[in-house]
């Protein structure tokens, strides 16, 4: 039975966790919200000054994803009015496009009864953005380790340990997924092969185990971080300094260019961390927003009661 108008919280997300490339994510309790209902003619709202030169026509992703599960589902509604705010900056490698697939479909699915299993959702997001990471944190929540191999999407869901927080610096400016991909090499060693294997399996161990000592060794990292280094001037000193400020575990979030360190909450270093990390981008001549944030257990949520996207927005 179709219902009218639905209102999404979708989860931030941050990929690989350094050595788990394309297969590690986490959600962060950062969001974005989508409203969306059936129209007579399709009409986009966007609040928020970051939404700025996001499509107000069909070509909007959010739309072009909600028609892909009408398809999906064997219905027609070519016409929707679809509003959003983010407070997830966009290209900064913390999920924003997989946040906006996955708020886009869950809310499509949602007005049509849920047709679709969350199962599909997740198979459709994966084979829409290439990789299951991003898109398997935002639908399901907590840290997910998760397989694609072209045609299959598997995944399984470990709940975050309760001290674990998280220090993001995020700097300003963009950097797209391509260019990032772009500068990894098209062939790895079987050395680097295994030191990842190794080290993405010693890491979820960790996380599964609780034993958060282990986190500094086993987010090593020399698949992609290394050859990303040069389009974040600072990072390089960040990935082998940061251990020394207090961080569990460093890494590039996504593609970047921000940067993630993982950070047990007890502990008495967390401002000279931040600094560490802030002042080295300075140092380059980038400035940087740093924020605390935790681990979102909750993957993506249709909420009970709409909310006011122009309040959120205007209170941001």
Same mark, same amino acid.
């Given at each position: 039975?179709?219902? !009218? ?49 996001? &499509? ?18 064997? +219905? ?11 407070? @997830?900056? %966009? !290209?900064?490698?913390?999920?924003? #496009?997989?946040?906006? @697939? ?14 679709? /299993? ?19 944190? #935002? ?16 995944? @399984?869901?470990?709940?975050? =340990?309760?001290? %674990? ?5 995020? &700097? ?15 062939? +790895? /060693? ?9 080290? #993405? #399996? ?6 599964? *185990? ?13 698949? =992609?971080? &290394? ?5 974040? &001037? ?18 590039? /979030? ?8 993982? +950070? ?23 400035? *940087? !927003? ?12 249709? %909420? ?13």
């Amino acid at each position: 039975m179709n219902q !009218t108008k639905v209102c999404i919280k979708v989860p931030a997300s941050t990929a690989n966790l350094g050595p788990g490339f394309d297969c590690l994510g986490m959600a962060l309790d950062i969001y974005a919200w989508i409203e969306m209902d059936f129209a007579l003619k399709t009409k986009i709202i966007l609040h928020g000054e970051q939404m700025l030169g996001i &499509p107000l026509d069909k070509s909007n992703l959010i739309y072009k994803v909600a028609q892909m599960v009408f398809a999906e589902a064997g +219905v027609s509604h070519p016409e929707l009015e679809i509003a959003m705010y983010s407070e @997830i900056p %966009l !290209t900064r490698g913390l999920g924003s #496009s997989a946040s906006a @697939i996955i708020g886009g479909m869950v809310a499509a699915n949602a007005l049509i009864g849920n047709l679709l /299993s969350q199962d599909k959702i997740f198979l459709m997001a994966t084979q829409l953005e290439k990789h299951p990471d991003n898109v398997g944190a #935002s639908l399901f929540g907590g840290i997910v380790v998760a397989s694609w191999d072209g045609v299959r999407a598997d995944y @399984i869901r470990i709940a975050p =340990h309760e001290r %674990l927080e998280v220090l993001v610096a995020i &700097p300003e400016f963009q950097l797209s997924t391509e260019l990032a991909r772009h500068a990894l090499p098209k062939e +790895v /060693s079987m050395k680097d092969a295994v030191f990842n294997l190794s080290h #993405s #399996s010693l890491l979820v161990a960790a996380l599964c *185990s609780g034993n958060l000592e282990m986190i500094r060794h086993a987010m090593q990292d020399v698949l =992609h971080q &290394p050859y990303r280094a040069a389009l974040v &001037p600072g990072m390089e000193m960040i990935l082998k300094e940061a251990t020394d400020h207090g961080a569990l575990g460093v890494a590039l /979030s996504g593609a970047g260019p921000t940067l993630l360190a993982l +950070v047990d909450k007890t502990s008495h270093e967390k401002a000279g961390l931040a600094e560490f990390m802030q002042n080295t981008l300075l140092k380059e001549d980038i400035k *940087s !927003t740093m924020m605390w944030l935790k681990p979102e257990a909750l993957g993506v949520q249709v %909420l009970a009661n709409s909310v006011s996207l122009a309040e959120l927005a205007a209170h941001k």
